[in-house]
Nanobody
Framework: QVQFVESGGGLVQPGGSLRLSCAAS????????ITWFRQAPGKERLGISC????????DYEKSVKGRFAISRVNAKNTVYLQINSLKPEDTAVYYC???????????????????????WGKGTLVTVSS
């Protein structure tokens, strides 16, 4: 059974940090590009960070660049999102999604859009508040 499960969310004060995890079971992440999305209350879902299946390419939405860091540990079938210097406007449900990218140049594909995502997690809530 394929599962994609996010964890690590919670309540944190402004300026704080969290590490979100996205663990896969039932499939191996090695051949998938992974993108983190978030959806704030009343707003559309937004792609905020991605990592290619090769692990060589990462990208960030401008509002999180310099504060968030994505990484992957294929041996653990897990992708992480370190989120630092949190602001109240970072409050959202955070989701991860996977795009199959197995061969050639596709292994450096790193999308911040949700086109062609195959697997989605159910999300983890991050609340930034004092």
């Amino acid at each position: 059974q394929v599962q994609f499960v996010e964890s690590g969310g919670g309540l944190v004060q402004p300026g704080g940090s969290l590490r979100l995890s996205c663990a896969a079971s039932g499939f191996t992440l090695d051949n998938y590009a992974i993108t983190w999305f978030r959806q704030a209350p009343g707003k559309e879902r937004l792609g905020i960070s991605c990592i290619s299946s090769s692990g060589l390419i990462t990208d960030y939405e401008k509002s999180v660049k310099g504060r968030f860091a994505i990484s992957r540990v294929n041996a653990k079938n897990t992708v992480y999102l370190q989120i630092n210097s949190l602001k109240p406007e970072d409050t959202a449900v955070y989701y991860c999604a996977a795009l199959r990218a197995t061969y050639g140049s596709s292994r450096d594909f790193c999308p911040l859009s949700d086109v062609a995502m195959i697997y989605w997690g159910k999300g983890t809530l991050v609340t930034v508040s004092s």
